[in-house]
């Protein structure tokens, strides 16, 4: 691409390093940005600078955080005996978003992949570990996500916390919601099958 200026030159490839934007994209990005208003720009960049720069990660759980232990650690109305173990971020914003869970969680940064070289001393796993010993904690839920990976690291932590005295359990992998049993894959129907519940257990709130 020839730009007729290095500022904008600059401009697109910060943009194009970010995830599923190209270099189309990120010039239009970036053309859009200098239509607007100086004021607008200067606080969209100060957005950004200040997440940077200010953002924590919760000292408990490990989860993005404006403070040193974040707001579901530091509430009194959740349940600290259930700690539900998730990958990242998003998946505690998308179980928050269900509002059916009042436990609190632990972030690992990540699934073990020996194939991408990510092993159990990338991730926050001592750290579980080290809250389970505490005794407060009853139950371990993992929500990690039905891939080898995920597999994978369920089975190390399993291994990890099984001479706890804790109940260790998984969120059930099942049919979605409106999903027809036709469609449906094997291993997933497979399993659906050989983890199945009491109809009452089934019945939403
Ligand atoms: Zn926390």
Known sequence: MNFSSKLLENAVTEFSRLPGVGQKTALRLVLHLLNQDKADVERFGAAITKLRNEIQHCSVCHNISDSQVCEICASHKRDKGLICVVEDTRDVMAIENTSQYNGVYHVLGGLISPMDGI?????????????????????????????????????????RLKDQ????????????????????????????????????????R
Not at 129 to 157: H, N, P, Q, W
């Open 119 to 159: 092993g159990p001393a990338d991730l926050s796993v001592d750290s579980l570990v080290e809250r389970v010993k505490t005794g407060e904690v009853r139950e371990v839920l993992f929500a990690l996500s039905a891939t080898m990976e995920g597999d994978t690291t369920i089975f190390y932590l399993h291994k």
């Open 165 to 204: 005295p804790i109940t260790i359990t998984t969120i059930a992998r099942g049919i979605s919601f409106g999903g027809e049993l036709e469609y449906v894959d094997e291993i997933t129907l497979g399993r659906s099958i050989a983890t199945r519940v009491p109809y009452e257990g089934t019945l939403s």
